[in-house]
T-cell receptor, first 115, second 114 residues
């Protein structure tokens, strides 16, 4: 079945440091890929997405590129801020397997940014 | 536009008690779903619905029932709560299509079963 693997946290960075959170996936078909973010005490919200190979999703300074050859969708940001502290989830949906809108999530990576 | 709302925010149950977690959305989304979030396991799909009157099981459906009588509402029922159901529950909604659609999540219900 479909699965998503992402690096374990917590990841602790100083403000203005570079961020990379690794995400790899296994899917039968051609999935859409997502990064969702969960701020403390809140529900998840979409950060960015990519729906086909080589697409780059971007939002709020975060970027991720859909790499079909390496089945990866790594999240990057050049300069993190304290306000980026949150849990980040990589996810996929795979319509080919009948999943439609069903999301398969990774385990989440907690990011802590310190001054 | 309230988005996705969930009630209650917190609930404590005793083993064997029943309860209903409420979820409502005002975006006219066809697709609604319930996830549970447990430490180290991410979010796992419990049940989902692609429209009023249509529901199906997700990855972890045992112990939970759902129904969808209207487009707006998608309640989750625990018929006989067990400690293993202690978790944070999230409802989500989206337009139904090819899977590219953004899912909108509610704020969550934190459930403790003693």
């Amino acid at each position: 079945g479909d699965s998503v693997t992402q690096m374990e946290g917590p990841v602790t960075l100083s403000e203005e440091a570079c961020l990379t959170i690794n995400c790899t996936y296994t899917a039968t078909g051609y999935p859409s890929l997502f990064w969702y973010v969960q701020y403390p005490g809140e529900g998840l919200q979409l950060l960015l997405k990519a729906t086909k190979a080589d697409d780059k999703g971007s939002n709020k300074g975060f970027e991720a590129t859909y790499r079909k050859e390496t089945t990866s969708f790594h999240l990057e940001k050049g300069s993190v801020q304290v306000s980026d502290s949150a849990v980040y989830f990589c996810a996929l949906s795979d319509a080919l397997t009948g999943g439609g809108n069903k999301l398969t999530f990774g385990t989440g990576t907690q990011l802590k940014v310190e001054l | 536009n309230a988005g996705v709302t969930q009630t209650p925010k917190f609930q404590v149950l005793k083993t064997g008690q029943s309860m209903t977690l409420q979820c409502a959305q005002d975006m006219n989304h066809e697709y609604m779903s319930w996830y549970r979030q447990d430490p180290g396991m991410g979010l796992r799909l419990i049940h989902y619905s692609v429209g009023a009157g249509i529901t199906d099981q997700g990855e972890v459906p045992n112990g939970y029932n759902v129904s969808r009588s209207t487009t707006e509402d998608f309640p989750l029922r625990l018929l006989s709560a067990a400690p293993s159901q202690t978790s944070v529950y999230f409802c989500a909604s989206s337009y139904f299509g090819t899977g590219e659609e953004t899912q909108y999540f509610g704020p969550g219900t934190r459930l403790l079963v003693l």
